[in-house]
């Protein structure tokens, strides 16, 4: 189920038997064998155990820290921070891609520097991250991939601010609705992933790579006619643009991939997983709300841009 973000490609958020044979994972109680199990259960309760056993009862429940396992909570706090790092490094790539300033009117020069900087280092952090969390969870990778993209986001969204004013604003808005929207159905049970459904997801989700890596070579190139800013995007299908139609569909995706990544979550805390795990779901979570962000962004330009 974990095939839509490969973040959460890993034992811990799908196979319950990958997790056992950590410190207190679920074949902890049932180490000794059967015979010292049996022998156990005759064995009496004194007074002073009963005393213990209430007052643990009493006492709140364990933590992630306590337990030294994921749980929900603790993974909301790192995508928290993460997102905070991503904001802080975002302010920095907007601000160098106008040349020191806030604001798009007062911009006297221009440059895409960190939106290269940003894609490219984040892409290749991307990748470590996920080949290498098998054998081991890094933060500070994490980290990095935080900051890098937030430049890439910063420089970006300066750039699509100069052209169409209060265009940042507007995508931001949407995507925080759909993830908003998407994790209070989530939530309240009434959307689940499945197996068909991923299936599907699989498939659109090939086919618009495919798409996508077409429509790139065709504007480098130059194949595509001149002033199609968006390549195949600005095609016009029935009088609407193309982009505006895959963008939808792109939407109703990277909403799916988010319901897949929140049900990853849980499986990894159902799993007993170490907190450590946490990171890698705040990291798949980043990549999802992303992507959201981007393509929220293109088709709003794409309708601006056709008015």
């Known amino acids: 189920m974990a095939l839509n973000n490969p973040a959460f490609n890993n034992p811990a ?3 319950p038997k990958a997790v056992n044979t950590y410190p207190g994972g679920s074949q902890a109680a049932t180490l000794g064998g059967p015979t010292q199990y049996a022998s156990a259960q005759h064995m009496g309760v004194d007074a002073a155990t009963n005393a213990q056993l209430e007052g643990a009862f009493a006492a709140p429940s364990a933590g ?3 337990t030294d396992r994921m749980s929900v909570e603790d993974t909301v706090a790192k995508t928290v921070g993460l997102f905070v790092i991503l904001l802080v490094t975002a302010v ?3 601000m160098w891609t106008l040349g020191g300033v806030l604001s798009p009117t007062d911009a006297t020069t221009f440059t895409i520097v960190p939106w290269i900087v940003g894609m490219l280092g984040g892409f290749v952090l991307s990748l470590v991250i996920i080949f290498t969390s098998r054998k ?3 933060p500070g990778l994490i980290f990095a991939y935080a900051a890098f993209e937030g430049l890439f986001v910063g420089g970006i969204s300066a750039f699509f601010e100069t052209q169409w004013s209060g265009i940042v604003f507007q995508a931001t808005l949407a995507t925080l609705t759909v993830v908003g929207v998407t994790l209070a159905l989530f939530a309240s049970g009434k959307v689940r992933a499945s197996k068909k459904a991923t299936k599907v997801f699989m498939i659109a989700m090939v086919g618009y790579l495919v798409f996508s890596l077409l429509n790139l070579v065709l504007m480098w190139t130059g194949v595509l006619p001149a002033g199609q800013a968006f390549g195949l995007h600005s095609q016009l299908v029935f ?3 193309l982009g505006l139609i895959i963008g939808v569909l792109v939407v109703i995706m ?9 049900d990853q979550i849980q499986r990894g805390v159902r799993n007993g997983a170490p907190r450590q795990y946490g990171w890698l779901g705040a990291f798949g979570i980043m990549v999802t709300v992303i992507w959201l962000y ?4 293109r088709i709003i330009a794409i309708v601006r841009g056709s008015n």
Not at 254 to 262: E, K, R
Not at 294 to 297: P, Q, V
């Open 136 to 138: 081991k969870i890094r």
């Open 294 to 297: 981007i393509e929220i962004l």
């Open 92 to 94: 920095a790539g907007w």
């Open 13 to 15: 958020f799908q196979d």
């Open 239 to 241: 009088g609407i643009p």
């Open 254 to 262: 990277a909403a799916y991939s988010l319901v897949l990544d929140f």
């Open 64 to 66: 992630a820290i306590e």
